[in-house]
């Protein structure tokens, strides 16, 4: 644990505890991908799964179990108690597309050839892209509510810690993880549009608009 990994957590916790607040709030999921979060539903129990096998700190075990709860009572929301409010016209992108090379690939590029490592390895993969759905249905609609938009930069800025955690690690322990780094990477390019037109509107107090 160091400063760059805390502060990600954090910033994924304030992610989650956005959204949710977001919903309940307005009693509303508008603008919200109820694939992406179908997807990270799965990144967290693909990966959490060694909760039923090894036991490392009070602190991580709170973690795992927060993620996994939250990603259901999203999905809960999204296509249960406000499932009125979903805009299923616009949260349209195939979630195969995205699944299935991924599968694919955490069978041949991983660690170790078991289930739970690759089941690691493939969530791995899936929260570098789970976030497509939701960018796809910002784009499709040409716009984000400011509270949305929140909950991505929050997210998007969780992982991109989560890097400089990487390389702090590699600095000062000389260990790294090159498939957690990589998908990293990949996962905040994906957002440096977004993270772009956030601070240049969003903070100043426009919407954030992108083009359809």
């Known amino acids: 644990?160091?400063?760059?990994?805390?502060s990600g957590d954090v910033s994924h916790l304030l992610a989650i505890l956005i959204l949710l607040m977001?919903?309940?709030?307005?009693?509303?999921?508008?603008?919200i991908s109820g694939k992406s979060q179908i997807l990270f539903a799965l990144v967290y129990t693909t990966r959490y799964l060694d909760l039923f096998t090894s036991f490392i700190s009070p602190y991580n075990t709170a973690m795992k179990v927060f993620f996994i709860a939250s990603s259901y009572a999203t999905i809960y929301l999204i296509y249960l108690k406000f499932k009125a409010t979903y805009d299923r016209n616009h949260d349209t992108f195939r979630m195969e597309f995205l699944v299935l090379p991924v599968l694919v690939l955490?069978?041949?590029?991983?660690?170790?050839?078991?289930?739970?490592?690759?089941?690691?390895?493939?969530?791995?993969?899936?929260?570098?892209?789970?976030?497509?759905?939701?960018?796809?249905m910002v784009?499709?609609?040409g716009q984000a509510e400011t509270i949305t938009s929140h909950y991505l930069f929050a997210l998007g800025m969780y992982r991109a810690l989560y890097i400089v955690n990487w390389v702090y690690r590699y600095y000062f322990e000389g260990f790294y993880d090159l498939i957690a780094i990589i998908a990293g990477v990949v996962q905040t390019v994906l957002y440096c549009d977004f993270f772009y037109l956030y601070v240049t509107k969003v903070l100043k107090g426009k919407q954030l608009t992108l083009p359809a």
Not at 120 to 135: C, K, M
């Open 1 to 6: 644990m160091n400063v760059f990994r805390l």
């Open 22 to 31: 977001k919903i309940w709030k307005t009693r509303s999921c508008a603008g």
């Open 106 to 136: 955490a069978f041949v590029v991983n660690h170790d050839f078991t289930p739970l490592e690759i089941l690691w390895t493939f969530s791995i993969y899936l929260e570098s892209v789970a976030i497509l759905p939701q960018l796809f």
């Open 139 to 141: 784009s499709k609609t």
